[in-house]
């Protein structure tokens, strides 16, 4: 220590006659703080933070030349379109597609109105669907009498003369009529080819070649003649439609913006408005539609006939606003013509879509049912027809009947979106009729409101026992009907014998992955209304069969399905987790991402329902999901994975709670630790939880220790000490040092506790430099300051070893900014030191004896505090005069001059010199806050008065305001 | 110089009946000023026989050609004396009444093969021998008015019963020879028919042995030339149109619907000359190409 030290008095509080000193305050000292201009803040919420900008695209028929040109698809685009669907994502559409008819009708109810006038709604999803779910791998053939001449242009403009005569003598051939050719395309080449005919017919309409225009829509509707893909025919008729859409929107709008309309009153002629009647149109539009409908009347072939005509059913309008109705009628009946069973149905299909798009309120619209009548009346033929194309094409029955599906059931849709309950009934005993056939039946389910179904469950399970043809499989009926019942619950006297009738069907399946179907939407149905006992032995039996499984065939995904299922629906979750079969079934899971994800799930539903658990198995069995969770991580996880991952195990060890079992519950801790060591979240929780179970022992024992309980909480603070080093950061260790250090110091282990404080000082300098660093250590060395006044020294160590080492530590910190924040340390220091001076510390901590009543206010120790006091105050000054005028300056002095007015004992003539030149320091600074230091002028001087401190009062008198 | 000459009827469909007055304009759009030698309006109506080169050899013994039978013939001067046409659009317009020649009688338009009826209106602009005509033909149709005392329709009206068919095998006209087992029953709504109504109908495939490729119906023309010394009569198709694709469903009715053609058809004929009469043929084709064909006569009226 240099001589020029000051030599510092500590002012020693009386705190016997102390009345506590205050005064009140004219503002608020948060008042400044108040915002005047607001900005004007984003709410989260309002942004998607999906960050999902793609738009949805929707099917649009565009005609102009250049939104046809923007329609183009850029390659990438095209590529993703057209590649084929793995087989995943298909099942995942195909099943989207039974699911979301179901949910669509239950909306239904409630939507009915809106759906009414959102009619193409129901035919967009399934357009989509549908596309994805119908695909070949096989050659279809297309025969093409319009060669799109642009592209062949594009394409040979490089080639050599010769090639260029030829060129031009094939395209004048293929201007031709009849110059038909038959092409053998792939799929992808199919879809493009549909593509530029579509593209093809826009550009020949805006060229005003109409005829042409009908030419090319004829030779599309003729495609659907033709079923040589079975398996593409669906994804065919979307496309062809779209096209045929795009042809009776074209010719529609023409003619009402062609038709001159002379609005009452008025001279010059518009375009009819878009809700016109008949009487409005005017002859010669009248006459070019009629001219339309004849021509196409004339057309030879049935199926482009009937196509053409639906096309264009809009377009009646123009004529009279009855003739449309009768048409819906007359192709209902017409399309009985068509022999082959797949074309009809869909052709009915179209017919309906398009029906409902052309109908106008209060239209009679039941052709839809008449519709499915008919296919009702001709379903025999099915079978009687297409053996033969079956055994050409190698297609299983069942195989086929899928095809019908899609058109089926949104005939059915449409039927039950317009008509009453009693339809229903008429129609399902109308099924009966034609003896219970599966397709019918599986429509009828996925069709009908699920309600209607489930009330009738029963009945349904018996049909579907009666059921005589093998069209739609067995697996499939069941998986239909349990949809409706998980949607909309049957009747509850029904239930029992519901499950018993399921499971005896399933029973009946022999190929595994049908009995996964089935089972994956039953169970949603057991566990949603059955006890656990149900879904534990229907997954036993379940278990059973993927065993007896010969075929080396994994069913992961449906296994995740299965367990999601039970996971939303069960009630009881801790008794699905003690079940017998829960281990054996997560053992199923070949892949493990999949039951990573099932463990997931698992987990966050038991932390959303179960706030508190003290049996050992769940326990077990909770760690096990846990640890699956823990090391599905890896280099590759990212932070975002991490991090979730941690809170649902951090909520999970909380959920586990043993009560007064401590050791049992420390034992977890410590298992937990050995399984989750990889995240730093979880370890950091664990050691809260220990804290926590520390304090709770010592709740236990009101603070007297015996013993065993000693033993325990060193024990738990031993744990702390040794699971804090191996968290990454650093901050969270250096918090937790100080929070197990609390802890330890709580349960009288001064040992633990000092370990843990020495540890705060060599993890201090291993904090990495940063403006971060600079703003968190601060804050926490304020923190540790004020434990330290409580903890009393270690008597190996000399008197306040520890602020020592604090200091030494702090000092040697690279701060990266200036100095200033150690200046602020300095005074905090001074603050806490004056504070040990004192005979009696403000608080303590209980049971725990300070240095207060440790050293008695010893004159040695007395001095040994007033002398670091001086050192500390000569480093200020040092940084004072380092710093240089400055804000920081000025601050860290008026700090200073605070400390010396309040916390010295200002009878030392120095120390008041002192005093005063900070005070005139301050004061000529550039940056006076004047307001503060004359409140502070008030302050003290009152505070004299009231201490009755004359040096205080002198000082105060001295203390001038007058800057400069 | 251009001038384009064209004739504007009122109505949009062109279609006048017997003592309609036809009217319209004619427009004359030149982009400068021109002389003529007057304009006239010519309204003409003929039926046209042509005979078949299959016949020619027997009735070329009695005719070298068919005269065409003129049955209107008005013409009237727009303007007789030379002169002027600005320059820009002129419009001129017209009323003709539309009568016959005495003692002839205004049959419908109809397009056929051998035999064609039509009407049309023709603008003649006489110019000086140096620049040439301008002329303009303009076609119209003429339809019998319904309920009209003058219009030559067959006192056919009566039956109007439908009239059932029952096919099979057994009364076939070749006997059967070929054809698979099968019975086909159905029934037209009548064999009279408004031509401005669409022809139905439904027929049933009650059995077949073999499969159906398709069911048609046929729409045929019979129309007849010449007169008392000699006669040539051609049966030709006007359209064919496919009620039954692929293998139908058994026992499901099937509906008959056609819509007869505008231009092609008009309501039967038969006149000392000639004759235009109409059969609709309802053609079952099987898988192996065997054919059947059912013949029904119709009568078409217009009413």
Same mark, same amino acid.
């Given at each position: 220590m240099s001589s020029d030290l000051i030599s510092w008095k500590t002012l020693n509080v009386n705190t016997k006659i102390k009345t506590s000193f205050s005064e009140a305050v004219q503002e608020h000292p948060l008042k400044n703080i108040v915002v005047t201009e607001r900005i004007p803040r984003r709410i989260l919420g309002s942004t998607p933070s999906t960050g999902r900008t793609t738009p949805v695209s929707t099917p649009s028929n565009i005609s102009e030349p250049l939104a046809n040109a923007l329609k183009q698809l850029d390659p990438l685009t095209e590529f993703a379109m057209h590649e084929e669907m793995d087989p995943l994502s298909k099942i995942a559409a195909e099943m989207d597609l039974t699911d979301s008819c179901i949910r669509t009708v239950n909306e239904g109810n409630k939507k009915k109105d809106e759906k009414l006038f959102n009619k193409t709604d129901l035919w967009s999803y399934r357009r989509a669907a549908i596309l994805q779910k119908y695909t070949t791998s096989e050659k279809l053939t297309m025969v093409i009498s319009y060669l799109i001449e642009g592209e062949k242009v594009v394409v040979k403009a490089q080639s050599t003369a010769v090639d260029k005569v030829q060129h031009r003598l094939e395209q004048l051939d293929s201007f031709e009529e009849g110059s038909q050719r038959k092409l053998n395309l792939s799929q992808t080449e199919y879809i493009s080819q549909i593509e530029e005919l579509n593209k093809e017919l826009i550009m020949v309409w805006n060229n005003e070649q109409r005829v042409k225009a009908l030419k090319i829509a004829i030779q599309c509707a003729k495609m659907l003649t033709d079923t040589d893909v079975l398996i593409f025919y669906p994804s065919k008729f979307v496309l062809v439609t779209d096209i045929l859409d795009c042809f009776g929107k074209l010719v529609y709008d023409r003619l009402r913006i062609k038709a001159e309309y002379y609005k009452p009153g008025s001279k010059v002629p518009t375009a009819l408005p878009e809700d016109f009647t008949p009487d409005m149109v005017p002859s010669t539009a009248k006459e070019t539609c009629l001219n339309w409908f004849y021509k196409i009347a004339s057309i030879r072939e049935l199926v482009p006939r009937l196509y053409i005509e639906m096309a264009l059913l809009r377009s009646y309008y123009f004529i009279s606003s009855s003739d449309c109705t009768e048409a819906l009628f007359r192709l209902t009946k017409m399309i009985q013509g068509i022999g082959n069973p797949v074309v009809a149905v869909y052709a009915r299909c179209y017919l309906c879509r398009v029906g409902l798009n052309v109908t106008i309120k209060d239209s009679n619209l039941t052709y839809l049912r008449e519709n499915f009548d008919s296919f009702l009346e001709s379903y025999q033929h099915i079978f009687r027809s297409v053996k033969g194309q079956l055994h050409k094409e190698k297609m299983s029955l069942s195989t086929y009947m899928t095809l019908y599906a899609p058109a089926l059931d949104f005939i059915m849709e449409t039927v039950t979106l317009h008509s009453p309950e009693s339809t229903l009934n008429e129609i399902l005993a109308n099924c009966k009729r034609y003896s219970n056939s599966s397709l019918i039946l599986n429509t009828i389910m996925s069709g009908f409101k699920p309600a209607y179904v489930s009330e009738r469950c029963l009945q349904f399970l018996s049909m579907i026992g009666q059921c005589t043809d093998d069209g739609i499989p067995l697996s499939a009926l069941l998986r239909t009907l349990g949809l409706c019942v998980s949607v909309s619950p049957p009747l509850k006297e029904h239930r029992a014998q519901i499950l018993n009738s399921v499971y005896l069907n399933m029973n009946l399946l022999k190929n595994p992955s049908e009995y996964i179907t089935c089972f994956e939407v039953w169970i949603q149905f057991v566990a949603k209304y059955f006890s656990t006992k149900e879904v534990d032995s229907l997954l036993g039996d379940f278990l059973y069969r993927m065993i007896k499984n010969e075929e080396q065939i994994t069913y992961s995904v449906e296994l995740q399905n299965i367990m999601d299922k039970i996971i939303t629906n069960i009630s009881d979750i801790e008794s699905f987790l003690v079940m017998d079969h829960f281990f054996a079934v997560m053992d199923l899971f070949e892949d493990k991402s999949r039951l990573i994800e099932v463990s997931k799930v698992i987990l966050c539903k038991y932390n959303a329902t179960v706030h508190q658990t003290d049996d050992p198995v769940v326990t077990n069995v909770l760690m096990y999901l846990a640890s699956n969770l823990h090391d599905s991580i890896n280099m590759l996880t990212p932070e975002d994975e991490k991090r979730q991952i941690s809170q649902i195990l951090c909520k999970t060890i909380r959920i586990v709670n043993y009560g007064l079992d401590f050791d049992l519950q420390l034992d977890l801790y410590v298992e937990a630790r050995h399984a989750f060591c990889i995240l730093d979240t979880v370890i950091a929780e664990l050691v809260k939880c220990v804290n926590n179970l520390a304090v709770s022992v010592r709740q236990v024992v009101k603070g007297y220790h015996t013993r065993k309980t000693a033993d325990f909480v060193r024990a738990c603070a031993a744990y702390c000490f040794i699971t804090i080093p191996s968290i990454n950061c650093t901050r969270t260790r250096l918090k937790l040092y100080l929070f197990s250090g609390q802890i330890a110091l709580y349960n009288s282990c001064l040992g633990q506790a000092d370990a843990c404080f020495k540890a705060i000082l060599s993890t201090i300098? %291993? &904090?990495?430099?940063s403006t971060d660093t600079d703003l968190f250590l601060p804050a926490f060395v304020r923190q540790f300051l004020s434990l330290l006044m409580v903890v009393p020294d270690n008597p190996e160590r000399g008197v306040l070893s520890l602020i020592k080492s604090l200091l030494n530590t702090i000092r040697n910190f690279k701060w990266q900014t200036s100095s200033s924040v150690l200046g602020f340390f300095y005074v905090h220091v001074i603050d806490l030191l004056s504070v040990m001076a004192? %005979? +009696?510390?403000p608080y303590h901590v209980d049971k725990v004896e300070s240095n207060d009543s440790l050293w008695g206010s010893d004159p040695k120790f007395i001095d040994e505090i007033n002398n670091m006091i001086a050192v500390v105050i000569g480093e200020i000054l040092f940084l004072l005069q380092d710093l240089g005028p400055c804000q920081k300056q000025y601050q860290i002095a008026m700090e200073l001059f605070v400390r010396f007015a +309040? *916390?010295?004992? &200002? *009878?030392v003539k120095e120390l008041n010199g002192l005093a005063l030149k900070l005070w005139n320091l301050c004061i000529k600074s550039n940056y006076p806050d004047i307001k503060y230091m004359a409140t502070t002028k008030t302050y003290l001087k009152n505070k004299s008065l009231t201490c009755d401190n004359e040096e205080l009062q002198r000082l105060a008198e001295k203390m001038s305001l007058l800057q400069k | 110089m251009s001038i384009t000459l064209d004739i504007k009827l009122k109505r949009a469909d062109k279609i006048y009946s017997e003592a309609d007055i036809v009217s319209g304009i004619l427009v004359i759009d030149t982009n400068s000023d021109f002389k003529h030698d007057g304009i006239t309006l010519t309204m003409e109506g003929s039926v046209n026989l042509q005979i078949s080169s299959k016949n020619v050899g027997i009735i070329e013994a009695f005719y070298n050609s068919v005269k065409p039978i003129q049955l209107l013939n008005v013409t009237c001067d727009v303007t007789q004396a030379p002169g002027r046409i600005p320059a820009g659009v002129t419009n001129i317009p017209f009323e003709i009444p539309l009568k016959p020649k005495p003692n002839r009688v205004l049959y419908e338009t109809y397009h056929g093969v051998y035999v064609n009826i039509s009407y049309s209106l023709r603008c003649d602009i006489k110019r000086s021998f140096l620049s040439k005509d301008l002329q303009k033909c303009q076609q119209f149709f003429v339809q019998y008015k319904p309920g009209s005392a003058s219009c030559p329709q067959l006192p056919l009206k009566d039956n109007r019963k439908p009239v059932s068919f029952e096919l099979s095998p057994k009364n076939l006209a070749s006997g059967g020879s070929g054809a698979p087992d099968f019975l086909l029953r159905g029934h037209l709504d009548t064999v009279c028919c408004n031509i401005s109504k669409p022809f139905k109908g439904q027929l049933t495939l009650v059995r077949c042995a073999a499969p159906v490729r398709s069911i048609e119906l046929q729409l045929v023309r019979v129309e007849t030339c010449g007169c008392a010394e000699g006669y040539a009569r051609e049966a030709t198709e006007i359209q064919n149109i496919q009620i039954g694709d692929g293998d139908i469903a058994q026992n499901i009715p099937i509906l008959i619907y056609m819509v007869f053609p505008r231009l092609f058809t008009c309501p039967t004929l038969i006149t000392t000359n000639f004759k235009i009469e109409f059969e609709v043929n309802i053609v079952v084709v099987f898988e192996d190409d065997h054919l059947i064909t059912n013949n029904f006569p119709i009568i078409l009226v217009r009413e």
């Open positions: 300098s %291993e &904090l990495p430099c004192q %005979e +009696v510390y +309040v *916390r010295a004992d &200002l *009878r | -």
